[in-house]
């Protein structure tokens, strides 16, 4: 069964406190994105990795990390830095023009 | 001015109504456009995509673009109750396929 895992689907942590959100996909795809979900604001690009042990910052990286160990998963932190990190938060891979979406994790930081 | 603007709505329709979705955008040099739909709680997904001017159709949704206007837009024929969703339009950043700016989204509401 082929696709893209997101891990939680829900996600409570205290404020101060970094989390981890999981990303993995089997499509063997080499792009992958992180985006973030604002009620009202469509989708902002935090992240994205062309291929393995590379990245780049997207629109709104502050605050927010990665990793691309390996080619199936993109871990995305949220650290203590993050002003605003209550949302929901969508990671997805891209073949040819289509980008193909996991489905989220919505973080609740209190 | 953002690069692409998106009509906010929330829009609620009777069923079997033809709904048109509407987006602006600013660079000329854009060449893709993109429609992603999105239930409640769940990823997006591609609806439709076109390439050029003109209109595309698939079933009871057309996509059309306006290239002299920097308008985009998506039609839904005979709505359904299923087709209540966010509507999501995108295009890839130029010289990039892969780089998407998305517009807000219009929520959807078809009325049974």
């Keep these: ?110 | 001015q953002k690069e692409v603007e998106q009509d906010p709505g929330p829009l609620s329709v009777p069923e079997g109504a033809i709904v048109s979705l509407n987006c602006t955008y600013s660079n000329s040099a854009f060449q893709y456009f993109m429609w992603y739909r999105q239930y409640s709680r769940k990823g997006p997904e591609l609806l439709m995509y076109t390439y050029s001017s003109g209109n595309k159709e698939d079933g009871r949704f057309t996509a059309q673009v306006d290239k002299s206007s920097k308008y985009i837009s998506l039609f839904i024929r005979d709505s359904q109750p299923s087709d209540s969703a966010t509507y999501l339009c995108a295009i890839p950043a130029v010289g990039s396929a892969r780089q998407l700016t998305f517009g807000s989204g219009t929520q959807l509401t078809v009325l049974p």
């Design chain 1, 1 to 110: 069964d082929g696709g893209i895992t997101q891990s939680p689907k829900y996600l409570f942590r205290k404020e101060g406190q970094n989390v981890t959100l999981s990303c993995e996909q089997n499509l063997n795809h080499d792009a992958m994105y992180w985006y973030r979900q604002d009620p009202g604001q469509g989708l902002r690009l935090i992240y994205y990795s062309q291929i393995v042990n590379d990245f780049q910052k997207g629109d709104i990286a502050e605050g927010y990390s990665v990793s691309r160990e390996k080619k199936e998963s993109f871990p995305l932190t949220v650290t203590s830095a993050q002003k605003n990190p209550t949302a929901f938060y969508l990671c997805a891979t891209t073949e040819g023009v289509e980008q193909y979406f996991g489905p989220g994790t919505r973080l609740t930081v209190t």
